[in-house]
């Protein structure tokens, strides 16, 4: 049973692979296009683009989107989305689904992989987490996005959770991101990215439903660098509760 299932998940990753290379072709010369574009309007329409495909790409591998807290993201306003991280996939699954333009901060590394480096790169704030000057730079540029009006997508915990723990320990950027800006930060919460698409398994996926689901506000108006370590520790933990409340519902 084991070897039919290693198989089965061998077989499935090589379509879920060619599917995404297939569709990535489609879209790539639009993104293409749209990268040049300055800042808001890069953001304003590369996110319709990335929505389309990857709201075309994840049924056609068997793993819908489903999506709950839309509502409240309120229009004219924008926050600062921090999202638990379990697999690779979750950049194209909460990024899209987030209402309104918004970027990602990202490894720079990526942006060199031929054709979908231009993906990559057209939607996110890239940083090489080994210079002190790329870290700086890279907060210069989201303060830069809050400030005319594009969402941030962060993960505050850093890396993949490789963990038997619901979520690791928060970063401060996110949050020191949000309260200079005095944005609100917006939890939201990846669930089955990590059933998808296992972090010790090697090249072995198997189709579900995802789900995303987005919590009320939580405002920082007021708060000062001070008050980061209290924010980032209450932010955690209302993200860890939600988090073991829903997983095995989702």
């Given at each position: 049973?084991?070897?039919?299932?290693?198989?089965?998940?061998?077989?499935?990753?090589v379509?879920?692979?060619l599917?995404f290379?297939a569709?990535m072709?489609?879209?790539?010369?639009?993104?293409?296009?749209?990268?040049?574009?300055?800042?808001?309007?890069?953001?304003?329409?590369l996110?319709?683009?990335?929505?389309l495909w990857?709201?075309?790409?994840?049924?056609?591998?068997?793993?819908?989107?489903?999506r709950?807290g839309?509502e409240?993201?309120k229009?004219?306003?924008?926050?600062?989305?921090?999202?638990n991280?379990?697999?690779l996939?979750d950049i194209?699954?909460?990024?899209p689904?987030?209402p309104?333009?918004n970027?990602?901060?990202?490894?720079?590394?990526?942006?060199?992989?031929?054709?979908?480096?231009?993906?990559?790169k057209a939607?996110?704030?890239?940083?090489?987490?080994?210079?002190?000057?790329?870290?700086r730079?890279?907060?210069?540029?989201m303060?830069?996005a809050?400030?005319?009006g594009i969402n941030?997508?962060?993960?505050p915990?850093?890396?993949?959770?490789?963990?038997?723990q619901p979520?690791?320990?928060?970063?401060?950027?996110?949050?020191?991101?949000?309260?200079?800006?005095?944005?609100?930060?917006?939890?939201?919460?990846?669930?089955?990215?990590?059933?998808?698409l296992?972090h010790?398994k090697?090249?072995?996926?198997?189709?579900?439903?995802?789900?995303?689901?987005f919590?009320?506000?939580?405002?920082?108006q007021?708060?000062?660098?001070a008050?980061?370590?209290?924010?980032?520790?209450?932010?955690?933990?209302i993200?860890?509760?939600?988090y073991?409340?829903h997983n095995?519902?989702a």
């Amino acid at each position: 049973m084991k070897i039919i299932s290693n198989i089965a998940g061998r077989l499935y990753a090589v379509y879920a692979l060619l599917v995404f290379v297939a569709t990535m072709l489609i879209v790539w010369l639009p993104i293409f296009i749209i990268s040049f574009l300055p800042e808001p309007y890069r953001a304003k329409y590369l996110h319709p683009v990335l929505r389309l495909w990857m709201g075309v790409y994840m049924p056609l591998i068997f793993c819908p989107v489903f999506r709950k807290g839309k509502e409240h993201f309120k229009r004219g306003e924008n926050y600062v989305v921090v999202i638990n991280h379990n697999a690779l996939m979750d950049i194209p699954v909460s990024s899209p689904w987030i209402p309104g333009p918004n970027k990602t901060l990202a490894k720079a590394e990526m942006a060199r992989v031929p054709i979908f480096g231009i993906i990559y790169k057209a939607g996110s704030i890239l940083v090489d987490r080994k210079s002190e000057a790329s870290r700086r730079t890279s907060f210069s540029k989201m303060q830069e996005a809050l400030n005319i009006g594009i969402n941030l997508c962060l993960y505050p915990e850093g890396t993949r959770n490789k963990t038997t723990q619901p979520m690791q320990q928060f970063f401060d950027g996110a949050f020191t991101t949000a309260v200079k800006a005095q944005k609100p930060i917006i939890p939201g919460l990846i669930f089955n990215t990590g059933k998808v698409l296992p972090h010790n398994k090697k090249f072995w996926a198997r189709p579900m439903p995802v789900r995303i689901h987005f919590l009320e506000p939580i405002p920082t108006q007021g708060l000062t660098t001070a008050d980061v370590g209290a924010l980032k520790l209450r932010v955690h933990g209302i993200m860890e509760s939600y988090y073991i409340t829903h997983n095995n519902k989702a």
